[in-house]
């Protein structure tokens, strides 16, 4: 369908055009210049020091340490920090909060209790409290009701609202019931999976529900490898992958068998999440043909979410893929409320498991940025801190090198050349806006 709109007269054409060049010459005039007392390369792991940084149009436009800071720049002084690119978890469900009352943690009831437009704002703020810690990009991997990750990316995209950049799965696609075990009268009457998860059991609903995802909005497709006995073959993975490409996405597969790791890595999945049917013959396979591991590894700190068997479990798994060289992906799981924490908290709390695991303090922060941009697919236009990218960056004041546990300090964040946070304080002001002011899009 097209739509006509009507062509604006001459004199008012002409007025529109010169309050475009004003608005125009006005927006190349605000120029950002930051002074990086030391500047972190998570991928060399190394530091610069004394650098400036010049951000422009929401992207980078100069970096080293005698860039000249043009006359009227707004200045932003960070000499006595360590600045560095934004992190990401490459798996989190922001749309999803679980907890202790009323539903004991079972994200079941949860899926029940919580309707998708309050769990869209509980996303919001999710995603808030995720920027405030220094996430600057999240792979939202579906468990978000019916498509409130993807109107999380919308808002975010267009201006309304300060966020990561949001990597939304859609539906996480599985065989009948999804993770549910429903019964008969809950799945086929009131069909309760649906929208927690999109039922596909034939070749023909596999491919609808990966257009379905594609349609509304999603940047990755998230299956079920082995939610069910049965679970998906070689071969029905094969199909989605080759389906999910036709529309340029890449998909994850959730995996808690071994024998549904060895079919998902056999098919060429793009990224395995958790880690229960991991093991080192597997993390050979996924070093060898460059399947991401997002292992979700969490920390007997949170208690009540793990035990300490399955801890000593999980740390041994990441050391035995860190050894093979396995990539790896910073990745929470991160769907749950513990009192007195954010989002954003419980996520950097993960890094515990990393320390456990005795992963080097600068392969932790690779896995964190770098690895992060390349499984979600940014690397070329945001995430490393070079020009011509879009410009996100922290700031801390220690040293991630010397210690991971510098960033659990962040006290700056530029999201799109915005200031977020300064001096540990959130300044979201510029981000809420009353309209797209990013540009509309309808996924």
């Known amino acids: 369908m097209s739509i006509s709109v009507p062509r604006p007269r001459a004199g008012l054409r002409a007025s529109v055009t010169a309050l475009q060049l004003l608005v125009g010459s006005l927006a190349a005039a605000q120029v950002t210049a ?20 010049l951000v422009e149009g929401g992207k980078f436009t100069a970096i080293g340490p005698n860039v000249p800071i043009p006359a009227g720049a707004e200045l932003i002084d960070l000499s006595g920090l360590t600045v560095l690119p934004g992190l990401v978890d490459a798996h989190n469900h922001l749309a999803l909060t679980y907890k202790e009352v009323p539903e004991r943690n079972s994200y079941y009831l949860t899926s029940i209790l919580d309707a998708t437009p309050l769990r869209a704002i509980q996303a919001a703020s999710n995603g808030i409290q995720m920027l405030a810690a220094g996430f600057t990009i999240v792979r939202d991997m579906g ?33 009948m019931g999804g993770q549910f075990w429903p019964n008969p009268e809950m799945a086929l009457d009131r ?70 790791g060895k079919r998902a890595v056999e098919a060429g999945i793009w990224s395995i999440a958790h880690d229960r049917g991991m093991t080192d013959e597997l993390h050979k396979q996924m070093a060898l043909k460059g399947v991401w591991r997002a292992g979700t590894e969490t920390p007997i700190s949170l208690t009540g979410h793990t035990t300490r068997e399955r801890y000593d479990q999980t740390v041994a798994l990441l050391r035995n893929a860190w050894q093979n060289k396995a990539p790896l992906t910073f990745s929470t799981d991160a769907d749950y409320f513990v009192p007195g924490r954010t989002r954003g908290v419980v996520a950097i709390e993960f890094i515990e498991t990393w320390k456990a695991a005795r ?23 945001r995430g490393p801190i070079k020009v011509g990218m879009f410009a996100d960056l922290i700031a801390v004041p220690g040293n991630p090198l010397d210690g991971i546990d510098a960033l659990r300090d962040v006290q700056f964040v530029l999201k799109n ?13 510029a981000f809420f806006n009353g309209g797209p002011v990013n540009g509309w899009n309808a996924r």
Not at 218 to 239: F, H, M, N, Q
């Open 34 to 53: 930051i002074k990086a007392g030391r500047l972190l390369d998570p991928e060399s792991g190394t530091i610069a020091t004394n650098q400036v940084i």
């Open 143 to 175: 468990n978000s009701g019916n498509y409130a990750d993807v109107a999380l990316r919308q808002a975010i995209e267009q201006g309304w609202i300060p966020g990561p950049t949001i990597i939304p799965s859609g539906l996480i696609i599985g065989g």
């Open 191 to 260: 069909k309760i999976v649906y929208p927690e998860y999109l039922e596909a059991d034939t070749p023909d609903e596999l491919v609808k529900a990966v257009r379905q995802n594609a349609l509304f909005g999603a940047r990755v497709i998230k299956i079920c490898v082995d939610c069910k006995p049965w679970g998906y073959s070689t071969d029905e993975i094969r199909l989605v992958i080759s389906e999910a490409a036709k529309a340029g996405l890449k998909v994850e597969g959730h995996v808690q068998t071994i024998d549904g």
């Open 359 to 381: 992963i080097p303090d600068a392969d932790i922060l690779r896995a964190m940025t770098i690895n992060g941009y390349q499984v979600s697919e940014t690397e070329q236009t």
């Open 417 to 429: 050349g915005m200031v977020f946070k300064r001096g540990g304080v959130m300044l979201p002001a």
